[in-house]
């Protein structure tokens, strides 16, 4: 008897439940890891202006192009000076993490105002609560800076900015991570101060909405042939009589895209400030032309253009990476409008 070759099946992993429209657009960072001797700030923000793409010299001695000259596609990102507005103090006990309590800058931003209502500085004196958390800060607790992006800086079509929390990396002394994020209060920080070029990071982002799609779309699976009753694009068999149910293992239609998704290991190609060695002829695309720091980011990131991108230092940490400034050779700047 012939034994028939059993296929896996063609719908989409179920690596990803809910699939549901994502809460924000500007993405959930849940984690963090402190690796680095100094403090400093995990991460940044910036908008994605579109690709392009470069040549390079391979410079990792585990790869088998080393010294060799490569062509990769790269990502835009422009990241304009984030505002440090406030500091953040959580604590942990039995029970969970929940915050102690948080410090506001008294110089806001007046553009601010546009996205939430700011400290009345009458009735509030800066020093005392200062010194007040100082007081109650302890080993368990952690540091995170209250950020604003600025828009308003770029070729974006708003002024409303983003209120980000970015983690202060811990050293083993709390006190001494506060006093750090209080020095740089009012402050603008620059991606440079942050990042490094060559480094790994994490890509947090919402990726591009195609709302409500049928299961071929959602989940890819297969086209019922001619002769099906009524139906082509849809599961034949949803399911055994009991249980009495749909199981959520069955590919069904529903929202696609505008999820939040995590890419790890994307590499900081360059961080530049000059944006004439970036910008294309006419401009990027549905964006306009970058007007301020940006980085290259090797690959493609999720989310379509102007969307908010999330940067984090990597929480995966590759030790065989040697971290070290690229020699990039050529970066393309033709127009993209075909002209």
């Not at 740089?184 to 101060?193: K, N, S, T, V």
């Not at 990071?201 to 409500?212: C, E, L, M, N, Y």
């Not at 890819?220 to 749909?246: E, F």
Request: hydrophobic share 30%; glycine share 8%.
């Amino acid at each position: 008897m012939a034994h028939r070759k059993k296929h896996a099946p063609r719908h989409g992993s179920l690596a990803y439940l809910p699939r549901k429209r994502a809460s924000t657009s500007k993405g959930r960072i849940r984690n963090w890891l402190d690796q680095y001797e100094d403090i400093k700030f995990l991460g940044f923000a910036g908008f994605k202006a579109g690709m392009t793409h470069i040549t390079y010299i391979e410079d990792q001695e585990n790869s088998p192009y080393y010294g060799k000259e490569l062509m990769k596609p790269v990502t835009v990102i422009e990241v304009p000076p984030l505002i440090l507005i406030g500091v953040k103090v959580y604590t942990e006990d039995s029970y969970g993490k929940y915050i102690l309590g948080e410090c506001f800058s008294p110089n806001i931003n007046q553009n601010l105002g546009r996205k939430i209502i700011p400290p009345n500085f009458e009735n509030y004196d800066f020093e005392i609560q200062k010194n007040k958390l100082l007081q109650q800060i302890d080993d368990n607790s952690e540091i995170r800076g209250i950020f604003q992006t600025q828009p308003y800086e770029t070729a974006l079509p708003r002024k409303k900015p983003d209120i980000l929390e970015i983690k202060v990396n811990s050293i083993g002394n709390p006190k001494e991570e506060f006093n750090y994020a209080i020095s740089l209060l009012g402050e603008e920080i620059r991606a440079r101060d942050v990042l490094l070029e060559g480094e790994l990071i994490d890509v947090i982002a919402v990726t591009k909405g195609k709302g409500f799609q049928g299961p071929v779309k959602r989940h890819g699976i297969r086209i019922l042939t001619r002769k099906n009753n009524k139906i082509k694009r849809a599961v034949a068999c949803i399911g055994a009589w009991h249980p009495a149910r749909v199981r959520y293992t069955v590919p069904r239609p529903g929202q696609l895209g505008y999820h939040q998704r995590t890419e790890y290991h994307k590499r900081i190609m360059k961080i530049g400030e000059n944006e004439e060695e970036i910008n294309p002829k006419g401009g990027f695309i549905n964006y306009g032309k970058i007007t301020g720091d940006y980085l290259l980011v090797l690959g493609s990131v999720p989310g379509p253009k102007k969307r908010l991108i999330r940067l984090r230092k990597t929480i995966r940490p590759d030790k065989a990476f040697k971290i070290k400034a690229p020699e990039i050779t050529f970066i393309n700047r033709e127009s993209q409008q075909r002209k």
